[in-house]
């Protein structure tokens, strides 16, 4: 499945910004869709994913509290709701269906990996 990240931008910290993430044909049920942020210089990090089949949702520690993840099944489509961004949320941000939530790379990604967009949060 392709999928097509965006909303991304700059805001001061305390600011939001809500991201999408639409795929190109219908999210299979066994998929968990998960938002995965790569900061320059750093490994990929688990944010947030939410289980297709009924919603259930995961978040990293760093950003519980935050950041919202939600789905549109309909359009096929994943949101990332983050409010009370942080210089450190600064990356680029990325969704992938998986297997299981917490992947961020290997067999278990079902989507190619694609150009994500880019959040920047300055202080």
């Known amino acids: 499945v392709q999928l097509q990240a965006s909303g991304g931008g700059s805001v001061q910290a305390g600011g939001s910004l809500r991201l999408s993430c639409t795929a190109s044909?219908?999210?299979?049920?066994?998929?968990?869709m998960n938002w995965i942020r790569q900061a320059p210089g750093k490994e990929r990090e688990f944010v947030a994913g939410i289980r297709w089949s009924d919603g259930r949702t995961y978040y990293a520690d760093s950003i519980k509290g935050r950041f919202t993840v939600s789905r549109d099944s309909a359009k096929n489509t994943v949101y990332l709701e983050m409010n009370s961004l942080k210089p450190e949320d600064t990356a680029v941000y990325h969704c992938?269906?998986?297997?299981?939530?917490?992947?961020?790379?290997?067999?278990?990604?079902?989507?190619?990996w694609g150009q994500g967009t880019q959040v920047t949060v300055s202080s």
């Open positions: 992938a269906a998986a297997k299981y939530a917490w992947v961020v790379h290997g067999p278990d990604l079902f989507s190619p």
């Open positions: 044909r219908r999210i299979y049920s066994s998929y968990v």
